[in-house]
């Protein structure tokens, strides 16, 4: 008999800016919910920042266009998977491209290649949630900035039911 894989939680960050309010706050979110898995969409920026996300879920991230600390990649390996510029995850069957966002061409190809069931990305701050072409596109939106989202999200997404929930936690 195979091996029966439970539905998955992930939460889906983006955008921290080494905020470390913003981060921590979104730890203990995705910590209360129970989360398998968290996915941080780029622009950590250094390390210090990085290293909140130690906590009891797997994590993996990807590097953002702020992120010039190369030294990141090795703070996150300590803990979880550094995906560098992209990279795909499978959860529960689900597949999951995540890509920092840095080009709309990029992101239209992952949404448009039919590959993935979700394409996580961040970069443009501003929460987004529809599909196109059968993927699903998730930013959970990123540190507040002027003419982008003036409260700071995350997202979790349940593998069993699709469901994408976004909370404000900024």
Same mark, same amino acid.
């Given at each position: 008999?195979?091996?029966?894989?439970?539905?998955?939680?992930?939460?889906?960050?983006?955008?921290?800016?080494?905020?470390?309010?913003?981060?921590?706050?979104?730890?203990?979110?995705?910590?209360?919910?129970?989360?398998?898995?968290?996915?941080?969409?780029?622009?950590?920026?250094?390390?210090?920042?990085?290293?909140?996300?130690?906590?009891?879920?797997?994590?993996?991230?990807?590097?953002?266009?702020?992120?010039?600390?190369?030294?990141?990649?090795?703070?996150?390996?300590?803990?979880?998977?550094?995906?560098?510029?992209?990279?795909?995850?499978?959860?529960?069957?689900?597949?999951?491209? $995540?890509?920092?966002?840095?080009?709309?061409?990029?992101?239209?190809?992952?949404?448009?290649?039919?590959?993935?069931?979700?394409?996580?990305?961040?970069?443009?701050?501003?929460?987004?949630?529809?599909?196109?072409?059968?993927?699903?596109?998730?930013?959970?939106?990123?540190?507040?900035?002027?003419?982008?989202?003036?409260?700071?999200? $995350?997202?979790?997404?349940?593998?069993?039911?699709?469901?994408?929930?976004?909370?404000?936690?900024?």
């Amino acid at each position: 008999m195979p091996a029966v894989i439970p539905p998955m939680l992930v939460g889906i960050c983006s955008d921290t800016h080494d905020n470390l309010d913003l981060v921590n706050t979104a730890v203990d979110y995705f910590t209360e919910q129970d989360v398998d898995a968290v996915v941080h969409c780029g622009d950590v920026v250094a390390p210090f920042s990085a290293t909140p996300f130690d906590a009891p879920f797997e994590f993996y991230a990807v590097r953002g266009n702020n992120d010039g600390e190369w030294n990141l990649q090795n703070a996150i390996a300590e803990f979880g998977t550094y995906l560098g510029e992209m990279g795909a995850i499978e959860f529960d069957g689900v597949d999951v491209a $995540v890509y920092h966002g840095t080009s709309e061409d990029v992101v239209d190809a992952l949404l448009g290649c039919g590959d993935y069931d979700y394409v996580l990305r961040g970069h443009t701050h501003e929460r987004v949630h529809e599909e196109r072409e059968g993927t699903v596109h998730v930013n959970p939106g990123g540190l507040p900035i002027p003419g982008a989202d003036d409260e700071y999200s $995350v997202t979790t997404l349940d593998t069993e039911t699709g469901e994408v929930e976004f909370q404000r936690v900024g």
